[in-house]
């Protein structure tokens, strides 16, 4: 999933992946494999999500019935047995004429470098724009190489977003009114407020998946942008701005104040985000810090659930907040497929307004195409309030050191249970975070 983030040892073995594939791409492009011709009429798409299966083949029948071109879905799942599969296709030069690339941005342009992904960017062009112009900028940006990336990618759009995602605060509608709270808190003044009077009528106010450390780090990165704006965030993260500045402390100073107020479920540092989505959904937390995949969870778990959306409550009314979100899931066209044109047809028609209502409809998943946003449901409109201005690490110009990150969320956890302090934390990561810079220089 587009909106997980890995571990400082996590992201090394996946460096290692990366390296390993690359080779293995470059030897497979120098023995020249050549792909198998595949009929002209029909098209055929690989995925990885069995939520949509279903979905996908009877619009895949709905499309050959309009055009006389076939669409072939093969699902294969669980997620790492099939980004395993597309590396071995593209190994073999045997990549579907659709796809998707299930990782870091880095093994995404290894891709494009290959030659195994065609460049968009034309046909989001044509026509004054409109394709581009009907999807939420900020699901594109996520498939989007600009000038002068990291990733030394030709500058262009490489794919296409079949939803989108964010995280935001979620709030139980009952709970709250039990404990006399009329609406969510717009502040986090507010916010503590209402974990007082939650705690005073014996209800757990606030849950989330804080043992997965990506979840630690969106929550604390939403309230850093928030508290001193993201250039001094990213100052930060090239060295220029130490982590005991002072908005630094004021950051790791909201997990004290939740905690010094009782706000966590306890066990939540260890806790899993889906045990932590069971939690929220059977009632047993007013709020939940979570994803709008949860739409399709919280049904699932517990069909009557009575529940609202929020951003974080900010604390500088002077700066805006800034939630997680992009693409949920996104499709590559293959460079060498010789049904290129077919492809990206069935991708704009799979993105164009009904069909996306339809996809909405039927897995509870944003749509990447805002003119569909009127026809679908309520909490899903919720969500999709800030998807004109959400962020994500992998649209940033730099992110942290991973090793300097780790101890970020690490120090962050450890306030949470009452073993350190923030200004403790600001000086574990400043400590580490000059080593790396330190190293960098050598």
């Given at each position: ?9 996590e992201?090394?073995q996946?460096?290692k992946?990366?390296?390993s594939w690359?080779c293995c791409?470059?030897?497979?492009t120098a023995v020249g494999?050549a ?13 990885w999500?069995?939520?949509r299966?279903?979905?996908?083949e009877?619009?895949?029948k709905?499309y ?10 093969e ?8 980004s ?8 073999a030069?045997?990549?579907p ?5 299930l990782?870091k941005k ?9 030659g ?20 939420f900028?900020k699901?594109?940006?996520v498939n989007r190489?600009?000038?002068?990336n990291?990733?030394k990618?030709k ?12 995280i ?11 404990a006399?709270i ?10 503590v407020?209402q974990?007082?009077?939650?705690k ?10 804080f ?5 630690v ?7 850093a942008?928030n ?5 001094k965030v990213?100052k ?6 130490p ?6 402390i ?5 997990f ?7 706000a966590f ?6 806790k899993g ?8 959904a059977l009632?047993r937390?007013a709020?939940?810090?979570n994803?709008?995949?949860?739409v399709?969870?919280y ?5 009557s659930?009575e ?14 907040m ?5 693409a949920?899931?996104?499709?590559e ?5 010789p049904?290129?044109d077919?492809?990206?047809s ?13 996809l ?12 569909a ?5 309520q909490?899903?409109?919720e969500f999709s ?16 050191d ?9 120090g962050i956890?450890?306030i949470?249970?009452a ?6 934390v600001a000086q574990?990561?400043?400590a580490v975070?000059?080593r ?7």
């Amino acid at each position: 999933m587009l909106l997980r983030r890995k571990s400082g040892e996590e992201n090394g073995q996946e460096m290692k992946k990366i390296f390993s594939w690359f080779c293995c791409a470059l030897l497979a492009t120098a023995v020249g494999c050549a792909q198998p011709k595949k009929p002209s009429h029909q098209i055929e798409v690989w995925h990885w999500m069995t939520d949509r299966q279903d979905a996908l083949e009877v619009m895949a029948k709905k499309y050959e019935q309009e055009t006389g071109i076939k669409v072939k879905i093969e699902l294969f799942a669980p997620s790492d047995a099939y980004s395993q599969k597309v590396i071995a296709a593209a190994q073999a030069n045997v990549l579907p004429d659709i796809y998707g690339i299930l990782s870091k941005k880095a093994i995404v342009a290894s891709f494009i470098k290959a030659g195994y992904v065609a460049d968009l960017s034309a046909d989001f062009a044509a026509h004054d724009s409109a394709w581009e112009k009907s999807m939420f900028v900020k699901a594109l940006d996520v498939n989007r190489f600009p000038e002068g990336n990291i990733e030394k990618v030709k500058p262009g759009l490489y794919g296409v977003p079949i939803d989108v995602t964010n995280i935001q605060l979620i709030y139980n509608k009952k709970l709250l009114r039990k404990a006399g709270i009329t609406r969510p808190p717009e502040t986090f003044t507010e916010f503590v407020s209402q974990i007082k009077a939650l705690k005073r009528v014996g209800i757990v106010p606030f849950v989330s998946g804080f043992g997965e450390m990506w979840l630690v780090e969106c929550f604390a990165l939403n309230y850093a942008f928030n508290i001193m704006g993201e250039e001094k965030v990213f100052k930060t993260f090239r060295g220029e701005v130490p982590y005991t500045d002072p908005d630094w402390i004021q950051v790791f100073s909201v997990f004290k104040t939740l905690t010094d107020h009782g706000a966590f479920m306890q066990g939540i540092v260890t806790k899993g985000n889906k045990l932590a989505e069971q939690d929220f959904a059977l009632g047993r937390a007013a709020f939940a810090f979570n994803g709008s995949w949860c739409v399709n969870v919280y049904h699932d778990m517990n069909p009557s659930l009575e529940y609202g959306v929020i951003q974080l409550p900010p604390i500088n009314s002077a700066l805006p907040m800034r939630m997680w979100g992009g693409a949920g899931s996104s499709f590559e066209v293959s460079n060498s497929s010789p049904n290129k044109d077919k492809a990206i047809s069935f991708l704009k028609w799979l993105t164009a307004k009904e069909q996306q209502v339809f996809l909405s409809e039927q897995t509870n998943n944003l749509p990447a195409n805002r003119e569909a946003l009127g026809a679908i449901p309520q909490v899903l409109a919720e969500f999709s309030r800030v998807m004109e201005t959400v962020t994500h690490p992998s649209v940033w110009p730099l992110n942290e050191d991973p090793l300097a990150l780790e101890t970020f969320v690490k120090g962050i956890q450890s306030i949470m249970i009452a073993e350190s302090t923030p200004e403790r934390v600001a000086q574990d990561v400043a400590a580490v975070k000059e080593r790396q810079l330190d190293k960098m220089k050598r």
